[in-house]
């Protein structure tokens, strides 16, 4: 995206950005208004998102989120978990339903270890921060994009 590049820029020439930077720094700037201007007497109330292959078992992974919830301060309202390993988001039933809970209102973001788990397509996770982030909500996850 032009606009990411010229965010990441500050008028210099551009440069490469890492994909993985540039996706961290895209979800910070659309987080930002979420957490500058919504501020709540109440905890945040989060959705817990963990997408897995067919058949393994997600508790580590909702165990720590819940340790990572706690640890923000956040309350977790709803554990979704898909079972589909690397599906687009669009044929995710509780990604789905995630979305929808943060578009009508009844959480405020969503949690989730790394970035594979909502997508590992660049467009599509681009796609789906955008939507939460129009849902005027925040995506939150344990590893960041740019970590090692």
Known sequence: MDRDNEYLSYGAPRTSVAPELRLKK?????????????????????????????????????????????????????????????????????????????????ADGVLAPDRDHISRDDDQYQAELAFVADSQCFTALVVPEAAP
């Open 26 to 106: 895209l979800r910070d700037r659309l987080n930002e208004p979420v957490f500058a201007y919504r501020p709540t007497a109440r905890p945040r109330r989060v959705i817990s998102y963990v997408r897995t292959r067919a058949g393994e078992d997600p508790t580590r992974l909702f165990e720590q989120l819940d340790r990572e919830a706690a640890r923000r301060g956040w309350h977790v309202g709803h554990r979704l978990h898909d079972d589909n390993g690397a599906a687009a988001p669009q044929q995710s039933p509780d990604w789905l339903r995630a979305r929808r809970l943060m578009h009508e209102g009844f």
